[in-house]
């Protein structure tokens, strides 16, 4: 079992940055994938970023096109923690994050390619 806490959610005006953490617990393997994915009123729930490792300390990010050079996906290894800067929010960004824990090697994009989910945290841009 994986346990995932995100925090880091708030209130930002349009234009602010936020930074995201997920802390993971319990059985975490050397290869992984780890995704944010984010739900906004009364839309699907969508990709964000992930980071994939296959054990080898080489690690390879992904990002919707939507968060493409404003969002930033990291991960800090000693502290299971991945994090998701977010930079230029924008009012569209409003949404509640989800950080999500899976296998390496399955598709990232993919919510049903996860295993554990986290309670997700609110980000709210204002305009």
């Known amino acids: 079992q994986v346990q995932l806490v995100e925090s880091g959610g708030g209130l930002v005006q349009a234009g602010g940055s936020l930074r995201l953490s997920c802390a993971a617990s319990?059985?975490?393997?050397?290869?992984?994938?780890m995704g944010w994915f984010r739900q906004a009123p009364g839309k699907e729930r969508e990709f964000v970023a992930a980071i994939t490792s296959s054990g080898d300390s080489i690690y390879y990010k992904y990002y919707a096109d939507s968060a493409k050079g404003r969002f930033t996906i990291s991960t800090d290894n000693a502290k299971n923690t991945v994090y998701l800067q977010m930079n230029s929010l924008k009012p569209e960004d409003t949404a509640v994050y989800y950080c999500a824990a899976g296998l390496w090697g399955r598709t990232v994009t993919d919510s049903g390619s996860y295993d554990y989910w986290g309670q997700g945290t609110q980000v709210t841009v204002s305009s």
């Open positions: 319990g059985r975490t393997g050397r290869s992984y994938a």
